[in-house]
């Protein structure tokens, strides 16, 4: 069982950055791929970006560039580091963790944070 809690969510200007952490439990967290995914208001889900490894990392092709993903195994945390924010990047971020890597679609990741709200004004 994993539990996770998402924080780091807030009102920032367009152009600015925010760091989204997720905080999980259980001692075997690092063997989970980690995801982000977000979702605005009267759209469905969609990936954001997800972390296997250091070296194991998948993006949206809409953040791609513009957001990282990474992992404190040490400390049973994963972030995201959202630069370069733009009005359309407004949504709840939800973590997420799954036995599978490689696939984006939310329907594999059975853990799931409470989300945090991140609103991008002009």
């Known amino acids: 069982q994993v539990q996770l809690v998402e924080s780091g969510g807030g009102l920032v200007q367009a152009g600015g950055s925010l760091r989204l952490s997720c905080a999980a439990s259980?001692?075997?967290?690092?063997?989970?791929?980690a995801g982000w995914f977000r979702q605005a208001p009267g759209k469905e889900r969609e990936f954001v970006a997800a972390?296997?490894?250091?070296?194991?990392?998948r993006y949206a092709d809409s953040v791609k560039g513009r957001f990282t993903i990474s992992r404190d195994n040490a400390n049973n945390t994963v972030y995201l580091q959202m630069n370069s924010l733009k009005p359309e990047d407004t949504a709840v971020y939800s973590c997420a963790a799954s036995s599978i890597w490689g696939l984006t679609t939310p329907r594999v990741y059975p853990y799931w944070g409470q989300g945090t709200q991140v609103t991008v004004a002009l």
């Open positions: 259980g001692r075997t967290f690092s063997l989970y791929t």
């Open positions: 972390i296997r490894s250091s070296t194991s990392t």
